[in-house]
Structure formats: structure tokens, C-alpha cells
């Protein structure tokens, strides 16, 4: 079949519509880039204040404040007031893990262990965010500068409870590209740990 023979006027338009498009797309990908840096500004501006916001509430009057007994992974007790940590959920204190080789540990106490040593002898400041259905303060908590929900996070001794927050998606991701803690080997969410094992986790939650 002979092929189609396109005028010259014909082509010079095509070429000319082509341009254009590209043109229009050169422009919305600069639109676009501008427009994410704002956003990306914006949200740093946003996240700095909420840290400072942060750091003056630890010193706030309703902060709560003390030496902390470390509970579990993920749970302190100041003053005879429990605290649950916000945002990140570590593994029952019962619960068991897999190691890179395969071999099963108490991933749980692991996780206690590894708090009441980073806290050491210091005291600890909370920031309370909300209070949980068992009358927990749910908290971002302190020990001098460091944050301890993060870092639990970024040694992978929890993960983020997404359920209720976002905020430490980012400490998790490093940790699970370095194949830290939890990470370097096989585990059930703590969640799905205690809808299996119901009975023995509000026994833990309640005593």
C-alpha cells in the first residue's frame, strides 16, 4: 500500500502543535517543581515550629516529669502514672522474634531492656497527647535531649503505630533499610501479636 504523502504546510503545523506541547510541558514541570518546593518549605517551617512548640511543652506545668520504671517496650510508669508512648508500638513483653540467622529471641524484653539502659538514671519529661482507653497518658516522652519514642523507632525496638500517627515513618524507614533490630530478621506486628493472643495481652495491659 502506497504510503501517505503529508502536504509541507501539513508538517509545519504538526511540528509547530509538537513544540507547543512540549513547551506547555517544560512549563508545568517547572510549575509543578516550584510548587513542591513551596509545599516542601512549608512543611519544614510547620515541623520546626511543632519542635520548638514541642520542646517548651516538655517544660510546660501539666508536663509530667520524674524517674521513669520502664514496663515494657513501649510503656513507662512516672509517679505511679502509666504512660504508653505515642506513636510507636514495640513488642509485648511475652513476645518472641527471629534473628537474621533464623534463631528465635525475646524481642519483647529486648526492647524493655534497651529502653531502661538508654534512659539510664535520668529523669524523664512527657509530653502527654492523649489519655488511652486503660487511662494511660499517651505521650511523647524525653530523657535530657533525646527523643525515646524516635529512637526506639530508628534501632528498630518498635515500629510506628500508624494507626494513630505518622510522625515516626521516617525513623522507621532508616531503620528497616539498615536492617536494624526488628528489621534484620522476621516478625509479627505487635498488633497482630496481641489480637492472637488476647487474653494473655490485657492481662499484660490491665496488671
Known amino acids: 500500500m502506497p504510503s501517505k504523502i503529508i502536504p509541507f504546510r501539513a508538517r509545519r503545523r504538526n511540528r509547530s502543535a509538537s513544540h507547543r506541547l ?3 510541558g517544560v512549563v508545568a514541570a ?32 501539666g508536663a509530667l516529669i520524674g524517674r521513669a520504671a520502664v514496663l515494657d517496650g513501649d510503656t513507662l510508669d512516672i509517679h505511679g502514672q502509666r ?26 524484653q529486648r526492647a524493655a531492656a534497651a529502653l531502661a539502659d538508654k534512659i539510664g538514671g535520668r529523669k524523664v519529661s512527657c509530653k502527654t497527647m492523649d489519655i488511652d482507653r486503660y487511662s494511660r497518658a499517651v505521650a511523647i516522652c524525653r530523657a535530657g535531649d533525646d527523643d525515646l519514642n524516635a529512637w526506639l523507632v530508628e534501632q528498630g525496638l ?28 522476621a516478625f509479627e506486628t505487635p498488633e497482630n ?8 495481652a490485657a492481662f499484660i495491659l490491665r496488671g
Open 22 to 24: 512540549r513547551a506547555v
Open 30 to 61: 517547572r510549575r509543578f517543581r516550584n510548587a513542591y518546593g513551596i509545599v516542601a518549605l512549608a512543611l519544614g517551617v510547620v515541623l520546626y515550629a511543632g519542635d520548638n512548640f514541642a520542646a517548651n511543652a516538655f517544660a510546660a506545668p
Open 83 to 108: 504512660v504508653r508512648l505515642h506513636g510507636v508500638d514495640a513488642p509485648e513483653r511475652a513476645q518472641t522474634c527471629r534473628d537474621a540467622g533464623g534463631r528465635a529471641y525475646g524481642c519483647g
Open 158 to 185: 518498635a515500629i510506628a503505630y500508624t494507626r494513630y500517627s505518622l510522625r515516626y515513618l521516617v525513623q522507621e524507614t532508616a531503620a528497616r533499610l539498615g536492617s536494624r533490630g526488628l528489621w534484620s530478621g
Open 193 to 200: 501479636w496481641r489480637r492472637a493472643h488476647s487474653r494473655q
